[in-house]
């Protein structure tokens, strides 16, 4: 047999992805699951979201690597309900130093504490805007942040991604910040 001969009998045995109508029952091998901490997360956070977190602790600490957490974040974006609910509705912090996640889920009087104090933290900042000077210039460029994602580097030069993810209860923001 000629070596043309070999080859196109070889490529005769092999059915081209193409060609199959439905496609194969297990997934490909690049479809790698997500690791037992992530898979953890993930329901503590489906489970937030369809209220069947409320009798539970406040807050939550799970450890997770770097790498489990950027895995994280990949699989909360594909899911598009879950990403636009744990934008607007899961209170979580990233520490990439102790490589922690904390899920906080603030309670009623938790929230009636942060909402008081952020009023009385502006009140003074409105009434130092009264002034003159340096420090009331400065007072009209602060605004309230109320709760927002804010990146702390970290100091590990090893790191290509070295930030650490916080979301405060609260937060004021400068102009020239």
Do not use: C
Request: aromatic share 8%.
């Amino acid at each position: 047999m000629s070596a043309s001969q070999a080859s196109m009998t070889q490529n005769q045995s092999i059915t081209p992805p193409s060609s199959f109508v439905k496609p194969p029952l297990t997934p490909p091998l690049t479809d790698e699951k997500p690791s037992p901490q992530v898979e953890r997360v993930l329901t503590l956070f489906k489970k937030i979201q369809d209220g069947k977190h409320s009798d539970q602790d406040p807050w939550t600490e799970i450890r997770l690597s770097r790498g489990d957490y950027d895995e994280l974040k990949r699989q909360i974006r594909q899911n598009k309900a879950l990403w636009g609910f744990t934008k607007d509705k899961i209170w979580h912090d990233y520490n990439d130093e102790s490589q922690l996640l904390v899920v906080r889920m603030p309670s009623a009087v938790h929230e009636l504490f942060i909402a008081h104090l952020e009023d009385a933290i502006f009140t003074r900042v409105k009434s130092i805007r009264e002034g003159t000077g340096s420090t009331a210039a400065f007072a009209w460029k602060v605004q309230l942040g109320r709760s927002t994602e804010i990146y702390l580097p970290i100091e590990d030069a090893s790191s290509t991604k070295n930030s650490s993810k916080y979301e405060p209860d609260a937060s004021f923001l400068h102009e020239e910040a």
